[in-house]
């Protein structure tokens, strides 16, 4: 077990101080009035097709979502996090992390981008900005694993330019971070690992945002 975690088994999920920003987006919470753009993400078929949104996806639903996300954090279950426009605050995708496995250090993320404002780096920027956090803030996960369905290859594209490596193709569920043989998804499971002491990954983010 790690040092930072609590006693529960689950980690005290804190968010990012001060905000992660990348160029002109900026990481933070949801909040009430992102309801209705939520519920827009959630009725495009690219995101309703590669990310686990929930049943009955309208606004209220996304407003309860919403609402949830401070239980998610104080139970340990999932940090989600939206990335919005520094300029005029309009919701950009999202990012986030789940399945959290306090023995291996190591926790799952995930991302979507709005329809709207795909193919300028957004996801890339968002990936990579809570990756480094996830291994160097107070979390200091050792491993991030991304599992990516092969017929996406925009969101492999994706882990790939956030700089994670391609474990492998898994017959199976990846669970809180590590695999499980006792499913038959296809996946295409990438993995982020914590960079050895003291060095950082100081390559040029591929933020075009
Ligand atoms: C996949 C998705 C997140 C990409 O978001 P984005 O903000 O447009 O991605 P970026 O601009 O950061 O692009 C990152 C890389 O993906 C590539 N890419 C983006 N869209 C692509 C597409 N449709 N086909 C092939 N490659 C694509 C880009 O060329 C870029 O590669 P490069 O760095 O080698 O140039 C977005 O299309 C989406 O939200 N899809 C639906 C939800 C989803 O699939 N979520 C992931 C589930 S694992």
Same mark, same amino acid.
């Given at each position: 077990m790690i040092g930072n975690w609590g006693s529960t088994g689950r980690p005290r999920l804190v968010l990012p101080d001060p905000p992660l920003q990348v160029g002109a987006l900026v990481l933070r919470p949801w909040e009430a009035g992102d309801r209705d753009a939520l519920a827009a993400a959630w009725a495009d078929p690219e995101v309703a097709q590669w990310t686990a949104v929930p049943d009955g996806r309208g606004?209220?639903? @996304?407003? %309860?979502?919403?609402?949830?996300?401070? +239980?998610?954090? !104080?139970?340990?279950?999932?940090? !989600?996090?939206?990335?919005?426009? *520094?300029?005029? #605050? %309009? *919701?950009?995708?999202?990012?986030?992390?789940? /399945?959290? !496995?306090?023995?291996? $250090?190591? /926790?799952?993320? #995930?991302?979507?981008?709005? =329809?709207?404002? +795909?193919? +300028?780096?957004?996801?890339?920027?968002?990936?990579?900005?809570?990756? #480094?956090?996830?291994? $160097?803030?107070?979390?200091?996960?050792?491993?991030?694993? @991304?599992? *990516? !369905?092969?017929?996406?290859? @925009?969101? /492999?594209?994706? /882990?790939?330019? =956030?700089?994670?490596?391609?474990? $492998?193709?898994?017959? #199976?569920q990846l669970s809180g971070g590590s695999m499980t043989d006792s499913g038959t998804i296809d996946r295409l499971a990438f993995v982020s690992r914590r960079p050895a002491c003291g060095v950082t990954d100081e390559r040029e983010s591929a933020a075009r945002v």
């Open positions: 606004p209220k639903v @996304a407003a %309860r979502w919403i609402a949830g996300g401070c +239980r998610r954090r !104080d139970e340990g279950l999932a940090l !989600d996090l939206v990335g919005v426009s *520094v300029e005029d #605050g %309009r *919701v950009l995708g999202e990012v986030g992390l789940s /399945a959290f !496995d306090v023995e291996r $250090g190591a /926790a799952r993320i #995930g991302w979507w981008t709005a =329809a709207s404002e +795909r193919g +300028r780096g957004v996801a890339t920027a968002m990936v990579r900005a809570l990756t #480094g956090w996830a291994h $160097g803030g107070p979390l200091a996960l050792w491993a991030v694993v @991304a599992e *990516v !369905d092969p017929a996406n290859p @925009a969101s /492999a594209a994706v /882990a790939r330019a =956030a700089g994670y490596e391609l474990l $492998g193709e898994v017959q #199976g």
